[in-house]
T-cell receptor, first 111, second 114 residues
Framework: EAGVTQSPTHLIKTRGQQVTLRCSPI?????VYWYQQALGLGLQFLLW???????NRGNFPPRFSGRQFPNYSSELNVNALELEDSALYLC??????????FGAGTRLSVL | AQSVSQHNHHVILSEAASLELGCNYS??????LFWYVQYPGQHLQLLLK??????LVKGIKGFEAEFIKSKFSFNLRKPSVQWSDTAEYFC????????????FGKGTTLSVSS
């Protein structure tokens, strides 16, 4: 069974640009979560989608947004990139209320 | 605000030594508790989880954790570590108040020498 897959694995962008990250959950999982793992800040919750709806979001500005598609895959969009957005972005999926399983992440570098 | 504290930033052990990594959380209500492991160059993997029932939880690779509600703790243990246990370990908590988001501790790096 395939795990959570994320693309791309690495991205380099410049300040002010926009980026889209993608995530495919484990088959049968309806919930998708996005986390940011920045150096020195640990893992911080960004967004939670379930059944196509945004259910909760962490303490991040509105330029972090996303969506979930009918096949439960998800996109994370970050607009107006700032240097401090450089981080590993992790996607996790779960059955509603179950344990979360993580993908390998997308490493974003903002120059 | 809810938080998770992992007491040790870096633990260094020799093979066959016993391991205990501390984890405390700040939330008075019902919690689900998790330990994740991140081996060098690999992604986060779920080590074990506690939802309800027996507070002593057994996970993969010989790890176990004990939920002590009165101490708000969920410490990770292994009787005898191996070199292959070298990794970063994260404790995480899910509370009703935070929806189903996980609140992570900052992680503990375990280095095991052979």
């Amino acid at each position: 069974e395939a795990g959570v897959t994320q693309s791309p694995t690495h991205l380099i962008k410049t300040r002010g640009q926009q980026v889209t990250l993608r995530c495919s959950p484990i088959s049968g999982h309806t919930s998708v979560y996005w986390y940011q793992q920045a150096l020195g800040l640990g893992l911080q919750f960004l967004l939670w989608y379930d059944e196509g709806e945004e259910r909760n979001r962490g303490n991040f500005p509105p330029r972090f947004s996303g969506r979930q598609f009918p096949n439960y895959s998800s996109e994370l969009n970050v607009n107006a990139l700032e240097l401090e957005d450089s981080a590993l972005y992790l996607c996790a999926s779960s059955l509603r209320g179950g344990g979360q399983y993580f993908g390998a992440g997308t490493r974003l570098s903002v120059l | 605000a809810q938080s998770v504290s992992q007491h040790n930033h870096h633990v260094i052990l020799s093979e066959a030594a016993s391991l205990e990594l501390g984890c405390n959380y700040s939330y008075g209500g019902t919690v689900n508790l998790f330990w994740y492991v991140q081996y060098p160059g690999q992604h986060l993997q779920l080590l074990l989880k506690y939802f309800s029932g027996d507070p002593l939880v057994k996970g993969i690779k010989g790890f176990e954790a004990e939920f002590i509600k009165s101490k708000f703790s969920f410490n990770l243990r292994k009787p005898s570590v191996q070199w292959s246990d070298t990794a970063e370990y994260f404790c995480a908590v899910k509370t009703n108040q935070a929806g189903t988001a996980l609140i992570f501790g900052k992680g503990t790096t375990l280095s095991v020498s052979s």
